[in-house]
């Protein structure tokens, strides 16, 4: 499984972005997939997960402001709204196959998946 990120970018407070993360070289038909991000000096930390059937999570962080979603091309989604300067991190994908854990995680944990994107950046500037 590969996943590749898209959409990264600087911003201004308040503005918005569009993060995309395309799944190829899949091998099962459904995947739980999840938006993580790692600010300066800090770990990496959960966003928003989706299940298989379309059911979501999000850390209280940015609830009310960030929609994942995804659509029949295994292609995941972010959007960004009433972004913020803490919100400037790379932001990563993750995926791990249904078959795998049988029931989507409802937490956002970093254990819970096992392919990962290589990052794409968004800044965001006060």
């Known amino acids: 499984e590969q996943l590749v990120e898209s959409g990264g970018g600087s911003v201004q407070a308040g503005g918005s972005l569009r993060l995309s993360c395309k799944l190829s070289?899949?091998?099962?038909?459904?995947?739980?997939m999840a938006w993580f991000r790692q600010g300066p000096g800090k770990e990496r930390e959960g966003v928003a997960n989706?299940?298989?059937?379309?059911?979501t999570s999000y850390s209280d962080s940015v609830k009310g402001r960030f929609t994942i979603s995804k659509d029949d091309t295994k292609t995941l989604y972010l959007q960004m709204d009433s972004l913020k300067p803490e919100d400037t991190a790379m932001y990563f994908c993750?995926?791990?196959?249904?078959?795998?854990?049988?029931?989507?995680?409802?937490?956002?944990?970093?254990?819970?998946?096992?392919?990962w994107g290589q990052g794409t950046q968004v800044t965001v500037s006060s």
């Open positions: 993750a995926a791990v196959p249904t078959a795998a854990v049988v029931v989507c995680p409802s937490r956002i944990a970093e254990s819970d998946y096992q392919y």
């Open positions: 070289r899949y091998r099962y038909s459904r995947y739980c």
């Open positions: 989706i299940n298989s059937d379309g059911r």
